[in-house]
């Protein structure tokens, strides 16, 4: 496709319009004055010129590092990348400080469900990105042990307690039955 523009229009001006929707590249080399006063400026459509990789999803535990590499390539010109991180499902973004390249990482991740993205831009303003979904699950005995209480009293079953963290459990259950019947006045006479 050929577009003229008139030779007083700033042929800057004529650039940025002919590449702002992303869709529309400039050709190198292709502006050209004509003997009739306008400048004929040669586009041509392109699919975006970036093939970025397919989404990924890791899940790891409370103090463990992990690096996520991106896998975007292609564009024109100068490619700069930006993380962003999201923890509520995608619906806010947050951009990752000083992570400029195509890997990140993370450490010192708190419990919880993160959504990474890459975005990779071009000098054109063409963008693709890649998102890294990171589950985090906590860690120890005290997790396991409320994770256990937490579906015992959603689903009325009894706990599957045994071994050390059961005895503490069940001690420390007994010892509040206990303090609860001297409080009341009920405790047994032996």
Same mark, same amino acid.
């Given at each position: 496709?050929?577009?003229?523009? =008139? =030779?007083?229009? /700033?042929? +800057?001006?004529?650039a940025a319009i002919a590449v702002s929707g992303g869709s529309l590249a400039l050709v190198p080399g292709t502006a050209m004055a004509d003997t009739q006063g306008s400048t004929v400026l040669s586009l041509r459509a392109v699919d975006n010129p970036f093939n970025a990789g397919?989404?990924?999803?890791?899940?790891?535990?409370?103090?463990?590092?992990? $690096?996520l590499s991106g896998d975007i390539t292609g564009g024109f010109g100068d490619v700069t990348y930006r993380w962003y991180v999201s923890s509520d499902g995608g619906k806010h973004w947050d951009l990752v400080e000083? +992570?400029?390249? $195509?890997?990140?990482?993370?450490?010192?991740? =708190?419990? &919880?469900e993160?959504?990474?993205r890459l975005v990779a831009s071009d000098m054109y303003s063409n963008t693709a990105h890649q998102d890294f979904y990171v589950t985090v699950k906590g860690n120890g005995?005290?997790?396991?042990?409320?994770?256990?209480?937490?579906?015992?009293? =959603? $689903?009325?079953?009894?706990? /599957?307690?045994? &071994?050390? +963290?059961?005895i503490a459990v069940v001690a420390a259950g007994a010892a509040g039955v206990a303090a609860k019947k001297r409080r009341e006045g009920k405790e047994d006479a032996r």
């Open positions: 496709m050929n577009i003229a523009f =008139k =030779k007083t229009m /700033p042929f +800057a001006l004529a397919a989404d990924q999803r890791f899940t790891i535990n409370e103090g463990e590092e992990l $690096t000083e +992570a400029h390249g $195509t890997s990140l990482d993370l450490k010192n991740m =708190k419990v &919880g993160y959504i990474y005995i005290a997790d396991s042990v409320a994770e256990a209480v937490s579906n015992a009293v =959603k $689903t009325g079953d009894s706990l /599957p307690i045994a &071994g050390i +963290a059961g």
